[in-house]
Protein backbone atom coordinates (compact mmCIF):
# COMPACT_ATOMS: atom_id res chain seq x y z
CA UNK A 1 0.00 0.00 0.00
CA UNK A 2 1.18 3.19 -0.72
CA UNK A 3 2.04 5.70 1.93
CA UNK A 4 3.92 9.05 2.57
CA UNK A 5 6.09 10.31 5.05
CA UNK A 6 6.23 13.56 6.52
CA UNK A 7 8.56 14.74 9.07
CA UNK A 8 9.56 18.59 10.55
CA UNK A 9 7.31 18.26 13.04
CA UNK A 10 8.03 20.05 16.72
CA UNK A 11 7.22 21.94 19.42
CA UNK A 12 7.42 26.05 18.66
CA UNK A 13 6.49 29.16 20.23
CA UNK A 14 4.26 32.24 18.09
CA UNK A 15 6.13 34.01 15.79
CA UNK A 16 8.54 30.99 14.86
CA UNK A 17 8.88 28.83 12.10
CA UNK A 18 9.18 25.27 11.36
CA UNK A 19 9.62 23.42 7.77
CA UNK A 20 7.87 19.83 7.17
CA UNK A 21 8.90 17.98 4.54
CA UNK A 22 7.15 15.00 2.86
CA UNK A 23 8.64 12.03 0.85
CA UNK A 24 6.75 8.93 -0.45
CA UNK A 25 9.00 5.91 -0.36
CA UNK A 26 8.56 3.33 -3.34
CA UNK A 27 6.96 5.46 -5.61
CA UNK A 28 7.36 8.84 -7.81
CA UNK A 29 5.69 11.79 -6.02
CA UNK A 30 7.00 13.65 -9.40
CA UNK A 31 3.71 12.65 -11.06
CA UNK A 32 1.01 13.88 -7.91
CA UNK A 33 -0.01 16.86 -7.26
CA UNK A 34 0.40 17.06 -3.17
CA UNK A 35 -1.62 18.50 -0.30
CA UNK A 36 -0.84 19.73 2.96
CA UNK A 37 -3.90 19.24 5.69
CA UNK A 38 -3.75 19.69 9.38
CA UNK A 39 -6.29 18.28 12.08
CA UNK A 40 -6.45 20.07 15.97
CA UNK A 41 -8.00 17.61 17.96
CA UNK A 42 -11.75 17.67 17.76
CA UNK A 43 -12.19 19.29 14.26
CA UNK A 44 -12.14 18.33 11.10
CA UNK A 45 -9.06 17.58 8.82
CA UNK A 46 -8.73 21.09 6.98
CA UNK A 47 -6.59 21.86 3.54
CA UNK A 48 -3.79 23.84 3.77
CA UNK A 49 -2.37 24.11 0.83
CA UNK A 50 -1.92 22.37 -2.32
CA UNK A 51 1.01 22.37 -5.08
CA UNK A 52 0.62 20.60 -8.81
CA UNK A 53 2.45 18.30 -9.92
CA UNK A 54 3.85 20.27 -13.41
CA UNK A 55 4.27 23.69 -12.92
CA UNK A 56 4.46 24.35 -9.37
CA UNK A 57 0.87 25.91 -8.77
CA UNK A 58 0.00 26.41 -5.30
CA UNK A 59 -2.93 27.45 -3.36
CA UNK A 60 -3.22 28.02 0.17
CA UNK A 61 -6.11 28.46 2.81
CA UNK A 62 -7.06 31.80 3.79
CA UNK A 63 -5.69 31.17 6.94
CA UNK A 64 -2.32 30.54 6.38
CA UNK A 65 -1.61 33.08 3.22
CA UNK A 66 1.14 35.10 3.96
CA UNK A 67 2.28 32.94 6.42
CA UNK A 68 3.38 29.18 4.77
CA UNK A 69 4.65 28.38 1.31
CA UNK A 70 4.36 25.19 -0.15
CA UNK A 71 7.27 24.20 -2.93
CA UNK A 72 8.53 20.54 -4.61
CA UNK A 73 12.02 19.59 -5.32
CA UNK A 74 11.49 17.02 -8.52
CA UNK A 75 15.06 16.07 -7.87
CA UNK A 76 14.22 14.98 -4.59
CA UNK A 77 11.08 14.01 -4.99
CA UNK A 78 9.97 16.07 -1.92
CA UNK A 79 7.30 18.61 -0.68
CA UNK A 80 7.69 21.35 1.98
CA UNK A 81 5.66 23.52 3.65
CA UNK A 82 7.35 26.56 5.26
CA UNK A 83 5.61 27.77 7.88
CA UNK A 84 6.35 31.23 9.21
CA UNK A 85 4.93 33.60 11.59
CA UNK A 86 3.40 30.57 13.86
CA UNK A 87 0.12 31.54 15.98
CA UNK A 88 -1.12 29.01 18.62
CA UNK A 89 -4.04 27.81 16.23
CA UNK A 90 -1.66 26.80 13.91
CA UNK A 91 -1.21 23.69 16.52
CA UNK A 92 -2.18 20.13 15.16
CA UNK A 93 -1.28 17.07 13.44
CA UNK A 94 0.02 18.21 9.91
CA UNK A 95 -0.24 15.53 7.06
CA UNK A 96 0.80 15.25 3.16
CA UNK A 97 -1.11 13.84 0.63
CA UNK A 98 -1.19 12.92 -3.00
CA UNK A 99 -3.66 12.76 -6.17
CA UNK A 100 -4.10 12.86 -9.22
CA UNK A 101 -6.42 15.58 -10.03
CA UNK A 102 -6.57 19.33 -12.22
CA UNK A 103 -5.41 22.18 -10.36
CA UNK A 104 -4.71 25.92 -11.22
CA UNK A 105 -2.93 28.58 -8.93
CA UNK A 106 -5.39 29.87 -6.10
CA UNK A 107 -8.20 27.58 -6.83
CA UNK A 108 -10.53 26.97 -3.99
CA UNK A 109 -8.30 24.09 -2.34
CA UNK A 110 -9.18 20.23 -3.08
CA UNK A 111 -11.29 18.58 -0.74
CA UNK A 112 -10.22 15.48 0.87
CA UNK A 113 -11.59 13.08 -1.04
CA UNK A 114 -9.45 14.36 -4.49
CA UNK A 115 -6.04 12.46 -2.62
CA UNK A 116 -5.72 9.00 -3.08
CA UNK A 117 -2.35 8.52 -0.41
CA UNK A 118 -1.41 9.78 2.41
CA UNK A 119 0.83 10.29 5.55
CA UNK A 120 0.55 9.28 8.42
CA UNK A 121 1.09 12.99 10.18
CA UNK A 122 3.42 14.91 12.01
CA UNK A 123 2.53 17.17 14.93
CA UNK A 124 3.25 20.61 15.15
CA UNK A 125 2.59 22.69 18.74
CA UNK A 126 2.72 25.65 19.01
CA UNK A 127 2.69 28.24 21.98
CA UNK A 128 1.73 31.80 22.68
Known amino acids: QLQLEESGGGSVHSGESLTLSCTAP????????VGWFRQAPEKEREGVSC????????GYADSVKGRFITSRDSAKEMVYLQMNNLKPEDSGVYYCAAGTFTYGADWPLPPLREYSVWGRGTQVTVSS
Open 51 to 58: ITNIGGET
Open 26 to 33: GFTLDYYA
